[in-house]
């Protein structure tokens, strides 16, 4: 008699009365477990069954589910690294946040420092023009008794007495005879249309009854002389000044403004209506 048969009596004589034990009826647990163990030890021991047989099934049907059992291992511990990640990205993500914060206060603080730059640089902008103008202002009266005599013979050379040739100028052109005395005078620098040099004279007194004969005919020319700026300046109020003589009325040029009918004209403005000369201007204070 084999291993199992002498062994099978025993079991069965087990078994066959009147109950089981608790291990194996099944009905000592209610997990999944526990029934599947009462099952198996059912199955194992019933009568007239293969008990080695069951018993390989039984181990093989357990290494399975063990096998599920560790996939279900590794499962959890993907599961626990992707939480792990997860917890990281939220960590980052929070970081991003808060350094969006910080950048986003930063640049805040940025536009409020900026918008004091353009308030100051603003500021400079004013000042800087008013000291522009001042400083026109300053050239302007270091020129009032300036003249320019230009078209006047230039022979190049470096010893003329450039003085008497402006008095002699003066007499011969101008025919004025008075004894006119000079601070200082001299020719400009070379011109690039190849003209005679203009020459530049600083008067002592008397300016004024010259600057009646101020005028330009060829090919000579007398004028004040002004800072470039200001030049630039008449050049745009001449056009105006001439239109409004055109139109009749009263116009005057006084360094870089324009007056007429004693009212000043500011630039874009619009002429006043034409008028005969019989008929008095437009009763306008002067600004």
Sequence with gaps: MDFANRHTPPINAHI???SLPSYTNGNYATSPTSNYLGQASTALFHPGTNTQGNLEHFITDIYQKLQKMDLLDQINQRLCTMESRF?????TIYGMKTEIGSQAERLDGLEFQRSL???RMHMLAIENKELKERMLDIQTRSMKDNLLFGGIEDTGDINENTEEIVQTFIKDKLQISEDIRFHVVHRLRKQPDGKPRTIVAKFESSKDKIKETLREWRPYSVYEQYPQEI???RKLLITVFKDARRLGNRA???IDKL???GRLHRPGESLPPQFTRNQDPPNVLQN
């Excluded at 917890?87 to 960590?91: H, M, Q």
């Design 16 to 18: 066959t009365g009147t």
């Design 87 to 91: 917890d990281s990205l939220e960590r």
């Design 117 to 119: 730059v353009d308030d």
């Design 231 to 233: 030049n630039e300046r």
């Design 252 to 254: 005057s040029l006084n």
């Design 259 to 261: 007056y007429i009918n």
